[in-house]
């Protein structure tokens, strides 16, 4: 039993965090606080605490505190070590990636854009955040029809002797082979910056402008293309529900209910909405949506990788504002203003964040309520005690035997746990033995389960028939595991869907549910998510096997002398058909190498 008394009496009213844990010394909460005493007694006052906060109390068995310079510093810390710990009762953000820019080159004779994620290390311009990575490519998409600038990789660009695709269907003027000259492609860029950088209406003027000087010239053809450019510019002009204000801002709006909420975020950069986003963190305290938000916005924010705009719009008053925008300045390297009073459009924008908040929320709630209740009807079905509320799934893909990779998604009362999802790149098998890999997924998964790696399944689905449900079992058997239900998902003699039959081991039975079960509903959702996540992995190994080169992987050949053998031939098939004298000519190239070179070509 925590002594609260003793330990507060000795608490310092300095500024500071908390971290408090079970009786396990397992973390349960990480905390800031001005004074430390007096925010640690609000925990152990004899009223006016939630329900759920009193349960977090009960559990403690001890509390660290770390005294800081300032409340600042105290929010950095709090911030470094909720993203290290995870601990329980914070309100987690779960996914913490940085966002994807557009990337515009800088030090290229002919500057390439392109998708861009990442810490920023190469020379040129980084336009964004963009939400997601689909907003990226249809920007990419639109700037590619109407400015047509090269997306090729450098290697590829420095290598052509001919246009390619992306020339025919008029998405690239072809700088590789010099069909538009340095000035002329300069023009394009500079009219990609402008429109990214939100001065549409400065590129219309111009290029009308430039429309008219063609026709009186009477070159049609080019004033054609520059209306086509100036009609595209204006239809998207017109659906950019920003218009008419400016700025970097992120817009932040929140909604409540029934213990779950939703974050949903803006993104205006120069006056332009480049999408939304909206985030559900977990939290376990019962806090009001302020209360929420002012957990969530640090979290966001602090030390990530993640842009801090001038401005952030909020649907709430934040606490702890002054010490919050102090931090975000200090890591943004600028001032950083954080504002809930507003009126105009960016009160707009604020109740349209709020809108969309709610509206999610509300769909998302009826979506996990449907699926609490397939996880019911599956318990029902399955005669089990206790409701399953976890499941997993492994299925295995290939072409032909090649690139075989297994999948593992996870799934709870909640949908998807996709930080649980692992993929298991197969080796040391015959190519197309489905038993095999599925062996190994299971052995390799399991083991690392069994180490501690992660939370068992209450039930493993099996994509397949009795041959992989056996492989199942023996894995389970030969590693220990008790206590998963396993079940194959076997796609019945007809193989389409609402014919599957189940084979469940724990009674040695098949079952054949109705099409309109709710349980099988729930079997073909995580069955056909396995599905997809083996299909996306087998093909990102198959498609990065086959753009490898063969001379990547000869002894000796590295970058410059794989470059020179492809400038001085003109293409791999060039070298395949060349001699060892030939190739022993190539600047570089010892006769001992091209010997290798000749030999690993020609032994594939």
Known sequence: MFDSKRFLATVTRKPGVYQMFDADNKILYVGKAKNLRNRLSSYFRSSGLTTKTMALVQRIGNIEVTV???????????????????????????????????FLSSNDTFPRIAFHRGTKRKK???????????????SLNFLQKIFRIRSCEDSVFRNRS?????YQIERCTAPCVEFISEADYREDVRHAEMFLTGKSDNIIRELADQMDEASRALEFEKAARLR??????????????????????????????????????????????LGSRSYFPSEKLGLTPAELLSAFVPQFYLGGP???????????????????????GEQSGREVRITHKLRGKRATWVEMAQQAAQQNLSSRTAAQQKLFSRFEVLQEVLSLEQLPERLECFDISHSSGEATVASCVVFDTGGPVKSDYRRFNIEGIEG??????????????????????????????????????????????DLGVVGVQIIGVAKGTTRKAGFEILHVVSSNKELVLSADSSALHLIQQVRDEAH?????????????????????????????????????????????RATVTEIASVDGISRKLAEDIYSALHNE
């Open 68 to 102: 800081t310079r300032s409340e600042t510093e105290a929010l950095v810390l709090e911030q470094s070590l909720i993203k290290a710990q995870r601990p329980p009762y914070n309100v987690m953000l779960k996914d913490d990636k940085g966002y994807p820019y557009i």
């Open 124 to 138: 040129g311009r980084y336009f964004g955040p963009f939400p997601n990575a689909s907003s990226v490519r249809d």
């Open 162 to 166: 001919r246009p390619c695709l992306q």
């Open 228 to 273: 086509d450019q100036v009609s595209a510019l204006r239809r998207l002009q017109a659906d950019q529900v920003a218009e008419g204000a400016s700025g970097d801002v992120d817009v932040l709006g929140i909604a409540s209910e029934g213990g779950s909420c939703c974050v949903h975020v803006l993104f205006v950069r120069q006056g332009r909405i």
């Open 306 to 328: 993640r842009e801090i705009p001038r401005e952030i719009l909020v649907s709430e008053l934040l606490q702890d504002l002054p010490p919050l925008q102090q931090a975000m």
């Open 432 to 477: 197309g033995d489905d038993y095999a890999a599925m062996s190994q997924a299971l052995r390799r998964r399991y083991t690392r389960l069994s180490d501690g790696e992660g939370k068992f399944p209450n039930i493993l689905l099996i994509d397949g028939g009795k041959g992989q449900v056996t492989q199942a079992v023996e894995a389970l058997n």
């Open 532 to 576: 997809r996540f083996a299909i996306a992995g087998h093909r990102a190994r198959r498609d990065k096997k086959r753009r490898e080169s063969p001379l990547e992987g000869i002894a000796g050949i590295g970058p410059t002398r794989r470059r020179a053998l492809l400038r001085h031939f003109g293409g791999l098939q060039e070298i395949k």
